[in-house]
Nanobody, 125 residues
Framework: DVQLVESGGGSVQAGGSLRLSCGAV????????IGWFRQSPGKEREAVAA????GKITYADSVLGRFTASRDNGLYLQMDNLKPEDTATYYC???????????????????????WGQGTQVTVS
């Protein structure tokens, strides 16, 4: 089984930066898609960025040019030029690329993922 743990959240002023990390207990294959999601109270969980099994990275339009996802020497989400609307709980998630949900729904859909971290709060004021 896989356990994911996010860290790096906090409170920053608008325009600031944070780097989130996604630690894994258990086996995370290099070919396993990794997704970053966020959720605010009263809103649905939305995709922020995802890295597929080939290393292709997809970003939500709302964070394009400001956020950078990577999986070199760890799983990270670098967030720059943060805005108040980025305030949310951020999650990392993983699943096998050949899982039926992943193949059907794609890397930017939260229902594609089996393993989730507990989330880390990001507050931008």
């Amino acid at each position: 089984d896989v356990q994911l743990v996010e860290s790096g959240g906090g409170s920053v002023q608008a325009g600031g930066s944070l780097r989130l990390s996604c630690g894994a207990v258990g086996y995370i294959a290099a070919s396993m898609p990794i997704g970053w999601f966020r959720q605010s109270p009263g809103k649905e969980r939305e995709a922020v960025a995802a890295i597929d099994e080939d290393g292709k990275i997809t970003y939500a339009d709302s964070v394009l040019g400001r956020f950078t996802a990577s999986r070199d020497n760890g799983l990270y989400l670098q967030m720059d030029n943060l805005k108040p609307e980025d305030t949310a709980t951020y999650y990392c998630a993983a699943n096998w690329y050949f899982a039926s949900a992943m193949e059907t729904l794609g890397v930017m859909n939260p229902n594609s993922y089996k393993w989730w971290g507990q989330g880390t709060q990001v507050t931008v004021s």
